[in-house]
């Protein structure tokens, strides 16, 4: 079973525009969720995370919401920019952490 | 500090063949999970070690194994490889809890043939 969903496998926006990504999780006992992006053959690297007991966490560009109730969080990316072209994987953390397979952001001029 | 790094970076073994992987977590990280890659399952948890104890599992056959040393380096090891084993092994390490951030190495390129 698909804990965590990402149901976009891709997305395209353009240089300057939002980039929203989303993310649905099922179990409840999660805690802490995470957003990495992820270049072709290397390891993701971390971008942003968010506990539970938060609704909102911002760095700089990236802000990444959490609603409990729904079981969704999103990412947004403000102002995109060609280099945010990469795919983005959200995860979810109780004991261990569940990917959501990821979708592939392009970013064009 | 210096980031995680796994070796060797590629690798190409024959089905029946065992293989083992290195990882060597940031300084002070004690946790180390290991993840398999594959186009189809995206990134599955293979299993963590924590002060060289197997702190959790994910749901893979027990031809993959791996173990922790005192230094916090972790291998693993798959037995009897498939050519379904192909895939990208990624390493990440935490300092400890479950609330901390994993960071990711480049990963092991692993190829069946």
């Known amino acids: 079973d698909q804990q965590v969903k990402q149901n976009s496998p891709s997305l395209s926006v353009q240089e300057g525009r939002i980039s929203i990504l989303n993310c649905d999780y099922t179990?409840?006992?999660?805690?802490?969720f995470l957003w990495y992006k992820k270049y072709p053959a290397e390891g993701p690297t971390f971008l942003i995370s968010?506990?539970?007991?938060?609704d909102k966490n911002e760095d700089g560009r990236f802000t990444v919401f959490l609603n409990k109730s729904a079981k969704h969080l999103s990412l947004h990316i403000v102002p995109s920019q060609p280099g945010d072209s990469a795919v983005y994987f959200c995860a979810a953390s109780a004991d261990k952490l569940i990917f959501g397979t990821g979708t592939r952001l392009q970013v064009f001029p | 500090k210096a980031g995680v790094t796994q070796t060797p970076r590629y690798l190409i073994k024959t089905r029946g063949q065992q293989v083992t992987l290195s990882c060597s977590p940031i300084s002070g990280h004690r946790s180390v999970s290991w993840y398999q890659q594959t186009p189809g399952q995206g990134l599955q948890f293979l299993f963590e070690?924590?002060?060289?104890?197997?702190?959790n599992k994910g749901n893979f056959p027990g031809r993959f194994s791996g173990r922790q040393f005192s230094n916090s380096r972790s291998e693993m090891n798959v037995s009897t490889l498939e050519l379904g084993d192909s895939a990208l092994y990624l390493c990440?390490?935490?300092?400890?809890?479950?609330?901390?951030?994993?960071?990711f190495g480049p990963g092991t390129r692993l190829l069946v043939l």
């Open positions: 070690y924590f002060s060289e104890t197997q702190r």
């Open positions: 179990n409840s006992m999660f805690d802490y």
């Open positions: 968010i506990s539970s007991i938060k």
């Open positions: 990440a390490s935490r300092e400890a809890g479950f609330q901390e951030t994993q960071y």
